[in-house]
Nanobody
Framework: QLQLVESGGGLVQPGGSLRLSCAAS????????IGWFRQAPGKEREGVSC????????YYADSVKGRFTISRDNAKNTVYLQMNSLKPEDTAVYYC????????????????????WGQGTQVTVSS
C-alpha cells in the first residue's frame, strides 16, 4: 500500500527552524516528483515547494524562497523540507504529496496535480 508519512512539525518561535520529513512506504520515490503543501485554517491549500526525481530540480513559492530548502534522499525513500527564519504566517498543516514525474507539469505547485498525500503535520510559529 502506497503511503506517505510526514513528521517533524511542532511549535517554534519566530525566526526559528524546523525540518520536516516525508517518508514513503509501499513504493519507491525514484520516479516521483514530491511536493510540500500547507493549509492554514480558513485558507486554501498552498504549494510550498517541489523537487524533481529526474535531476533534483527544486521549485519554491515566492513566500518561502530563500528560507525553505527541499531535498531528497532516495536511498532512504525520504524527502525533507528545511524551514528557516520561520514567520507566524508560516503556521499551517504541512502535507507532502507525490506524483509520477511524467504526469506533472515541470515545477508545478498545483495541488490537484498530485495523486498521493500524507496525513499532514502541524507547524505553529508563535512566541
Amino acid at each position: 500500500q502506497l503511503q506517505l508519512v510526514e513528521s517533524g512539525g511542532g511549535l517554534v518561535q519566530p525566526g526559528g527552524s524546523l525540518r520536516l520529513s516525508c517518508a514513503a512506504s509501499g513504493f519507491t520515490l525514484d520516479y516521483y516528483a514530491i511536493g510540500w503543501f500547507r493549509q492554514a485554517p480558513g485558507k486554501e491549500r498552498e504549494g510550498v515547494s517541489c523537487i524533481s526525481s529526474s535531476d533534483g530540480s527544486t521549485y519554491y513559492a515566492d513566500s518561502v524562497k530563500g528560507r525553505f530548502t527541499i531535498s531528497r534522499d532516495n536511498a532512504k525513500n525520504t524527502v525533507y523540507l528545511q524551514m528557516n527564519s520561520l514567520k507566524p504566517e508560516d503556521t499551517a498543516v504541512y502535507y507532502c504529496a507525490a506524483v509520477l514525474e511524467l504526469s506533472l507539469r515541470v515545477g508545478s505547485l498545483s495541488f490537484y496535480e498530485y495523486d498521493y498525500w500524507g496525513q499532514g503535520t502541524q507547524v505553529t510559529v508563535s512566541s
